[in-house]
């Protein structure tokens, strides 16, 4: 893919001879006169890198690198300075510059220097993305083991029932991506518990119509706890739907058929196959076979029946994938 350059100099000398050779080298290339009209350009277009004249008239380069760096981190700057006072580099790498043209410069070095710059900050920020994720899933692990020591009888139910979604997903070929938003999806379903007072969770007898609607709002709950954090977003909806059902008596929002997200129809089918053969206050656990017999009785009604049958097939072959 071509990458975006902006070179910032009110010299258009200067403009016109960096622009040159990054033209050669492949480059995309716009020059601004100034900071500000620097700033209108970055609000309407987006670049990949860009190159400043540490002197400008009116916002000086250095300003404009600190405001890049704030409201567009993922563009390294480069400033272009006749200084070589370390002092002065010292500070523009404070406010953020990646790298430094010195003058006079030698024009065949620029391309060099811009490729390196544009290699060393897209590691960085992948870098930056992996930190950010695997925070995200510290995160919802955490929500997980407190939605799990909620239901003692219960304990590792989001887990379990994440282990055989995922086992699932295999099963049907799945993109890795969407298999990300299931695995946490399936780990965090039930956090809209954590609304529902322990007296209802923990009920050894039948719930009754109060404490049932009190219930019934866990996927709601869950689904705007989830989407409160930017990053799990895309999850919410799974969340919301993990107990729709295919002929549209589900809730909350009654959705049909292919209308339910398949990842929560997935996660539908592991959460009730976990349900019936782990142990639960309220009743002992049933066989796995059992389990199976429940699992096709509802399918076509409750459940997604090709999801059904896939997922009797790979429990049948091996134990379930959590024993
Ligand atoms: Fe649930």
């Given amino acids: 893919m071509i990458k975006r350059v902006l070179i910032v100099d009110d010299d258009a000398w200067v403009c016109d001879v960096i622009a040159r050779i990054l033209v050669k080298n492949k480059y995309f290339v716009s020059t601004s006169p100034s900071a500000e009209h620097a700033l209108e350009l970055l609000s309407i277009s987006t670049y990949d890198l860009i190159i400043s004249d540490m002197m400008l008239t009116g916002i000086s380069g250095l300003e404009l690198t600190s405001r890049i760096v704030k409201e567009y981190p993922h563009i390294p700057v480069i400033l272009i300075t006749a200084h070589s006072d370390t002092e002065i580099m010292r500070c523009a790498l404070g406010e953020g510059a990646s790298d430094f043209i010195p003058k006079p410069f030698n024009i065949e070095a620029i391309p060099m220097l811009v490729e390196r710059n544009l290699e060393r900050h897209s590691l960085a920020q992948k870098k930056q993305i992996k930190i950010d994720e695997d925070l995200m899933f510290s995160t919802v692990y955490a929500l997980a083991g407190a939605i799990d020591a909620k239901e003692p009888f219960t304990a590792e139910h989001s887990r379990r029932v994440t282990s055989l979604s995922l086992s699932l997903a295999d099963a049907m070929d799945i993109p890795s991506t969407e298999k990300r938003c299931l695995e946490l999806a399936a780990q965090v379903h039930d956090v809209g518990k954590i609304g529902v007072p322990d007296f209802i969770l923990n009920k050894p007898s039948k719930l009754n119509d109060e404490e049932w609607n009190v219930m019934l709002l866990h996927p709601?709950?869950?689904?705007?706890?989830?989407?409160?954090?930017?990053?799990?977003?895309?999850?919410?909806?799974?969340?919301?739907?993990h107990h729709e059902r295919i002929d549209g008596s589900g809730y909350p929002d009654g959705l049909r058929a292919e209308e339910i997200p398949l990842l929560s129809r997935m996660i539908s089918v592991a959460d009730a196959f976990e349900v019936m053969t782990s142990n639960r206050v309220y009743r002992e656990n049933c066989t796995q076979d059992e389990a199976f017999q429940e699992l096709r009785l509802g399918a076509g009604s409750q459940f997604d029946s090709e999801i059904v049958e896939t997922f009797i097939r790979?429990?049948?072959?091996?134990?379930?994938?959590f024993a």
């Fill in 220 to 241: 709601v709950r869950g689904s705007e706890i989830v989407g409160r954090v930017k990053q799990l977003s895309y999850v919410a909806d799974v969340v919301r739907h």
């Fill in 314 to 321: 790979i429990n049948s072959e091996e134990p379930a994938a």
